[in-house]
């Protein structure tokens, strides 16, 4: 369980600064009533900044004549704990059963003390026997406010208000909890006790069993992330199950990785070995399965100092907005108990706001084979594992153990706890059976909320490719089950050099033939089983080769449009530019067919196909107008076949005119594209914003990072100004940010004199800043802040906004929106139409979708384009917007007269205008198509060829 953080040096945990500057009052920490389950969301509407929800009461920061008014307009009674928060720092402390609040002696001021939970200022956080202690737990209190609570997923309101439904059990969640049986469960909890002798935060213990883990999942194919957030402590490990149908929606199954003590052997068996086991037996277990929903397994670090690896997750999940529907925490879940109950069961704690989690456990231990009894409590006092951090940011989560240490009067306490003898011996001869059954809990309940779709089939065996004939291929393999079909994947260039992946067909057999394939090209075949429900896919079979004979008809290997430049001139243009093909694999020569659309993610056809058969390597677009965005597709065609690629890389750009003097803006994007570049931890956030929902946020930054969200090069102008809107939550004194701009490109950085709110008297963060005054401490509200850039003007800049933190403790972090810069260079407006392409035209006759068309003799017409030097036409039988004959040259007229067609048959056709610049087809570059008359003379009696006549007399 976690106990607090720990500076190296003096430790000052984040304390709240005035919500604004220069504020008469300063901002004191008060107790109000919680007289029901309501309160805290009442006081959330009211604007009371509500920093922790307790059992009876809620803590509160602001200032205190406001928050006494409105906790009385409300008829709650508040108390002020602290009349100045921000000169001090604080923690909750519980203490576990035997202990005595004289056990606190050295570690914090006692403040106030009630029900399970002690308020103390100043603690003690340097000290060692503060932080091993054996005898009470604690946490930092953060002085942030916590946000609103989620509302439990719709099935589940009922739950809400304890009252459970009968769960129909899914039969794929029943077949996994087959598998977890005592030896398995045994088995991972030993593998990760025996993984490093010591798994203390700070050591290289703790990073071997990271590691450990991170190959776990690696193995389970979850794609494993390291997420670092605390310099000098191991990071978090992360694993994931993409859902297939609500993506979106996110379950976690987590527990800390780090233990005590500090020194010499730390098995860390039960506390908390027996919680990330959790988390890594379920990943293996669930990791063959697809669910409608994400899964993520996450096993943190730092929790024994802190929660900084929790904390760090589900704060920077809040500002990026991630829909976390319910947490399930594992601490200490390995011990058998002290015999009372008996048999022993499973204390699960959930604050208010995750009651329909406690009843859904109750109802998930009745009417699955789970085999564990369930004590669920409402117990908002238990702040001191790695669910608080999400209560805290208004998630769902539950807090499962043993014996609940004492808090909210569940008796129970491990003897062992951080101390060497916290040994899977230790645990009991029962130990393992019973965290057997604990795992299989959370296992049908994540899993029946996470909806399985199926379990992920088997690879294909047995692969085999053969040529079979001009352009066939045969493909065969051996079954992966019953029920399967399968999925057929080739790649140009073979294994070893493969070329874009296609899908060549589906088939429940177990062969298929590749009747596309190109004459005189390798290619590279993989197979996939898919299951009945289509959702579960397994991987690629091993990569079988074949090549066979027939016509080249495999499209060039292209990477696409590599960028759109704007010229920046009085005439609007923008040059799409791109790089000849990695491979034309049947040799012929290469042109490029433009797209463009006014909306991102178009599909490429040629009803916005704006240039054919380029054969340069950029094309200028004057058809344009300024301010307005477009987006391209560049696709390469083989002109020996007429074979165009198919990616869908799309680039965009919006023409302007040249630089004039004007005010520069930046939203982040929520009117026009964002225009500062972010370096981690910065990022665009999606919600949050000043005006809009996007703002440039850090989120729950890492320790001694520096970092900063900054501009391209701009150009000033005499007398600029800037402004910009901003809130802040960032460790007071200790933790910075600043405005800098640069006068070279970003090699060195100057400070900008911003009315900054706040100071600091330390000089070691990360990006070494000296004392004085900063962005720094906490106003959870916006407000506007400038300053001159006069020392600036008449050069180019560039400017940023520089987050520095230091070796420990963060905050939720620092947002910056709505910026201005005025007299510096923007752009100016262009004018359109200087196209030296031909303006667009129509075609005339015949009709798109005519029948009866003459075969010989018949007229093709068109409008008159403009700027032209003549026309071409093509004709063919082949309906796919390309000519798959020849363009030929008619001359500066508007029509033409075509023989020699088949009888009955269907043409598609097309004219374009050309100039020495270039070429524009008719209607936008849509083709039209007719069908010939016909044949009508085979008798020889309209025709008068009586050497086909009879007579039959009568």
């Not at 704690?349 to 989690?357: E, L």
């Not at 004392?771 to 050069?795: E, P």
Request: hydrophobic share 40%.
């Amino acid at each position: 369980m976690s106990r607090f953080a720990s500076r190296a040096v003096l430790c000052s945990i984040l304390v709240l600064t005035a919500v604004a500057a220069g504020a008469a009052e300063p901002q004191a920490l008060l107790r109000i009533d919680r007289p029901d389950d309501a309160t805290r969301e009442l006081l959330h509407h009211a604007g009371v900044a509500v920093i922790a929800e307790l059992e009876h009461a809620v803590l509160a920061v602001g200032t205190a004549s406001e928050i006494e008014a409105k906790a009385g307009n409300l008829g709650l009674g508040a108390i002020v704990l602290d009349a100045s928060a921000e000169a001090s720092s604080f923690a909750l402390a519980g203490l576990r059963e035997g202990a005595v609040v004289a056990d606190l002696a050295g570690c914090g001021e006692v403040l106030w003390q009630e029900d399970s939970w002690i308020l103390l200022r100043n603690p003690g956080f340097e000290q060692p026997a503060c932080l091993g202690s054996t005898r009470f737990m604690m946490t930092p209190l953060r002085l942030e406010p916590v946000r609103a609570a989620q509302a439990p997923p719709k099935a589940y309101s009922s739950f809400a208000e304890g009252q459970g439904e009968l769960l129909d059990p899914d039969p794929l969640v029943v077949d996994m909890l087959t598998e977890l049986d005592t030896a398995f469960a045994l088995a991972h909890w030993q593998g990760l006790v025996n993984a490093a002798s010591t798994r203390y935060s700070t050591s290289t213990g703790c990073q071997t069993a990271a590691t450990y883990v991170y190959n776990l999942f690696d193995s389970y194919g979850l794609n494993p992330e390291y997420q670092y957030h605390t310099g000098g402590h191991a990071p978090n490990v992360i694993g994931t199950i993409p859902g297939r149908v609500t993506p979106e929606q996110v379950y976690i199954l987590i527990g800390h990785l780090d233990d005590m003590p500090s020194s010499g052997s730390a098995p860390g068996a039960d506390d908390n070995a027996s919680g990330t086991v959790m988390v890594t037996a379920l990943a293996e277990l669930m990791s063959v399965y697809d669910f409608a929903s994400t899964v993520k397994f996450i096993a943190v670090t730092g929790e024994e100092f802190g929660l900084y690896g929790s904390e760090y997750y589900a704060g920077s999940a809040a500002a990026a907005g991630e829909d976390i529907q319910a947490v399930f925490n594992a601490d200490m879940i390995g011990w058998q108990g002290n015999g009372s109950p008996n048999p022993e069961n499973l204390d699960v704690n959930y604050n208010t706001a995750s009651a329909w989690m406690g009843t859904l456990l109750n109802q998930v231990a009745a009417d699955y084979p789970v085999g564990l009894a369930v004590n669920a409590f409402v117990c908002n006092d238990m702040a001191y594992s790695d669910h608080w951090p999400f209560w805290q940011q208004g998630y769902s989560a539950v807090c499962a153990i043993t014996d609940n240490e004492g808090f909210c009067g569940q008796s129970g306490s491990y003897p062992y706890y951080h101390t060497s003898n916290d040994t899977i011996a230790n645990c009991g001869g029962g130990g393992p059976a019973f965290l057997a059954a604990s795992m299989r809990l959370f296992l049908a309940a994540a899993g029946h909320l996470a909806d399985p779709l199926c379990a992920r089939t088997a690879v294909p065996t047995g692969v085999t490719a053969q040529p079979a004939g001009n352009n066939h291929i045969d493909l065969a393999w051996a079954s992966a089950g019953a029920g399967l079909s399968y999925e057929v994947h080739r790649t140009p260039g073979g294994c070893v050099d493969p070329g874009p992946d296609t899908l060549v067909g589906e088939t429940t057999n177990l062969y298929l033939t590749d009747a596309t394939a190109s004459g005189g090209v390798l290619y590279g075949y993989t197979v996939r089983s898919k299951d009945p429900s289509g959702y579960c896919l397994s991987e690629p079979s091993t990569c079988v080769e074949a090549q066979t004979t027939g016509s080249c008809t495999e499209p060039p290997y292209f990477a696409g449009v590599e960028a759109v430049i704007n010229a920046a001139d009085a005439t609007c243009l923008l040059t799409v530019d791109w790089s000849l093909p990695i491979d034309v694999y049947c040799g012929g020569a290469v042109a490029y067919n433009v797209y463009r659309s006014l909306t991102p993610g178009f599909v490429p056809g040629p009803s916005n196909r704006v240039a054919s058969l380029v054969a340069a390597t950029s094309w200028d677009d004057f058809d344009v107008f300024y301010g307005e965005r477009y987006y391209y597709v560049v696709r390469a065609v083989d002109l020996g076949n007429g074979a165009e690629d198919h990616n869908t890389v799309e680039l965009s750009g919006a023409p302007t005119g040249p630089p004039d003097i004007g005010t520069w803006i930046d939203d982040a994007g929520d009117t026009d594209p964002a225009q500062l570049t972010p370096t981690s931890p910065w990022t665009v956030a999606t919600t949050g914003g000043h005006n809009g929902p996007k703002v440039y946020a850090t989120g729950s930054y890492p320790d001694n990072v520096c970092a900063g969200v900054t501009s391209a090069m701009m150009h000033l102008g005499t007398g600029p100004q800037l402004s910009f809107w901003s809130k802040y939550s960032l460790e007071t004194g200790w933790d910075k940010g600043e405005v800098q701009v640069s006068t070279n490109g970003g090699t060195t950085w100057a400070r900008v004199p911003v009315n900054y709110p706040a100071s600091s008297g330390y000089d070691n963060d990360a990006c070494g800043l000296p004392t004085g005054t900063y962005f720094t401490g906490t106003n959870n509200n916006y407000a506007q802040y400038s300053a001159s850039l006069a020392t600036w003007a008449n050069q180019d800049i560039r400017i940023r906004w520089v987050l520095s933190s230091d070796t420990s403790v963060g905050g939720s972090g620092w947002w910056v929106d709505d910026i201005a810069i005025t007299n510096v260079e923007v752009p100016s407006s262009c004018e359109s139409g200087g196209s030296p392409y031909p303006g667009p035209f129509g075609k005339a006759a015949p009709g798109s979708g005519a029948t009866g068309v003459p075969t010989d003799g018949l007229t093709l017409s068109w409008n008159a384009s403009t700027n032209v030097s003549g026309y071409e036409v093509c004709v063919d039988t082949v309906d796919n917007g390309l000519c798959d004959t020849t363009w030929e040259s008619i001359g500066d007229v508007m029509s033409t007269v075509v023989s020699g067609l088949d009888e009955l048959t269907s043409y598609s056709w097309q004219v374009r205008a050309v100039n020495g610049n270039g070429s524009t087809e008719a209607d936008g570059g849509v083709w039209w198509w007719f069908i010939t008359t016909p044949y009508l003379f085979g008798d020889g009696f309209e025709s008068g060829d009586t050497a086909a006549w009879s007579v039959t007399l009568p």
